[in-house]
């Protein structure tokens, strides 16, 4: 209906607005449309293909990496000589899907198997395990933790950040931020939380349920240096106007994790409607960047 799916139904509570608050609401297809818009589909497996993504930023990273489909297994036993803790994900899936966490020392013998099986299962990209800002590992220490920051660049302009940042925490021992996930909605230039935290199902958190801190008075330091961070990065990436990037808090400061060509806005647009006074969504804000190609 008006281009909503079945998960905003569910998700954002569609079918209980009024027809004017909905019309605040970005729709899948307006999204789907605006990403056509500005960002070319054969430009999107610059980031869609992790092991690209982090050749490409590789000075940006703060952590040392392997790409299966070219390291050898020699190689493989040398990174996990240095990282006995690290991480395999597959090259294309997002969201969490495939990661593998390895936190148990791994004999080297048993190295050239695991190389056959990551490359059978396409996780080609191998990562050490990052060290997270103490920060953060009050709030949850098990998974790191990562913040999306958008940024958007005008044909004639500089790429800046748009819209409010969130932050995905994972819960319940998971080892990654999208086991038992919870976001929140982030002040770029405080680190400041702007309402509760939401999952994947639906339902609202005040405060961390396992370390019971609480979102209204948490702040993420480091936050402008995040979003100095992406915008430097989204300069380094001209063949794409807009991007969704990950980006992780360590002690030395913000690293990149990953990028998105093609975000999805489902769960920002529940927390700017949360935050907001009338409930409304991010249709407008969507609908400016759109007014901004049309004037070019």
């Given at each position: 209906?008006?281009g909503f799916n079945?998960?905003?139904f569910?998700?954002?509570?569609?079918h209980g607005?009024?027809w004017?608050?909905?019309?605040?609401?970005?729709?899948?297809?307006?999204n789907?449309k605006f990403?056509e818009a500005?960002?070319?589909?054969?430009?999107?497996?610059?980031l869609?293909?992790?092991?690209l993504?982090?050749?490409?930023?590789?000075?940006?990273l703060?952590?040392e990496?392997l790409?299966?489909r070219?390291a050898?297994?020699s190689?493989?036993?040398?990174?996990?000589d240095?990282?006995?803790c690290?991480?395999?994900?597959?090259?294309?899936?997002?969201?969490?899907a495939g990661?593998e966490?390895?936190?148990?020392p791994?004999?080297?013998?048993?190295?050239p198997?695991l190389?056959t099986?990551?490359?059978e299962e396409?996780?080609?990209?191998?990562e050490?395990?990052?060290?997270q800002?103490p920060?953060?590992?009050?709030?949850?220490?098990?998974s790191?933790?990562?913040?999306r920051?958008y940024?958007f660049?005008a044909?004639r302009g500089?790429?800046?950040?748009?819209?409010?940042?969130?932050?995905?925490?994972g819960?319940?021992?998971?080892?990654?931020?999208?086991?038992?996930?919870l976001?929140?909605?982030?002040?770029?230039?405080?680190?400041r939380?702007l309402?509760?935290a939401v999952?994947?199902?639906?339902q609202w958190?005040?405060?961390?349920?396992?370390?019971e801190?609480?979102?209204?008075?948490?702040?993420i330091?480091?936050l402008?240096?995040?979003?100095?961070?992406?915008?430097?990065a989204?300069?380094?990436?001209?063949?794409?106007?807009?991007?969704g990037?990950?980006?992780?808090?360590t002690?030395?400061?913000?690293?990149?994790?990953?990028g998105?060509?093609?975000p999805?806005?489902?769960?920002?647009q529940?927390?700017?409607?949360k935050?907001?006074p009338?409930?409304h969504?991010?249709?407008?804000l969507?609908?400016?960047?759109t007014?901004?190609l049309a004037?070019?």
């Amino acid at each position: 209906m008006r281009g909503f799916n079945n998960h905003e139904f569910r998700f954002c509570g569609i079918h209980g607005k009024s027809w004017r608050t909905l019309r605040t609401f970005l729709s899948t297809i307006e999204n789907v449309k605006f990403i056509e818009a500005v960002n070319a589909e054969d430009q999107l497996p610059l980031l869609r293909d992790k092991g690209l993504f982090l050749q490409r930023f590789s000075h940006r990273l703060g952590r040392e990496f392997l790409d299966i489909r070219t390291a050898t297994v020699s190689d493989l036993v040398a990174f996990v000589d240095r990282h006995p803790c690290f991480l395999a994900k597959a090259y294309n899936l997002a969201m969490g899907a495939g990661i593998e966490v390895f936190d148990e020392p791994i004999p080297a013998t048993e190295i050239p198997a695991l190389h056959t099986r990551l490359r059978e299962e396409s996780k080609y990209v191998v990562e050490e395990f990052l060290t997270q800002h103490p920060a953060v590992n009050e709030i949850y220490a098990a998974s790191i933790n990562s913040i999306r920051l958008y940024t958007f660049r005008a044909k004639r302009g500089e790429a800046q950040l748009v819209f409010p940042g969130m932050m995905r925490f994972g819960s319940g021992g998971g080892r990654i931020d999208a086991q038992g996930e919870l976001t929140v909605l982030l002040d770029p230039q405080t680190g400041r939380c702007l309402a509760g935290a939401v999952t994947i199902a639906g339902q609202w958190f005040e405060q961390h349920p396992d370390s019971e801190v609480d979102f209204a008075t948490m702040m993420i330091p480091g936050l402008p240096a995040a979003v100095n961070l992406v915008e430097a990065a989204a300069r380094e990436l001209p063949e794409l106007a807009y991007v969704g990037w990950d980006v992780a808090m360590t002690p030395e400061g913000p690293v990149l994790i990953e990028g998105n060509g093609a975000p999805v806005l489902s769960t920002l647009q529940l927390l700017i409607a949360k935050a907001h006074p009338e409930g409304h969504g991010c249709r407008e804000l969507v609908r400016s960047l759109t007014a901004e190609l049309a004037t070019e």
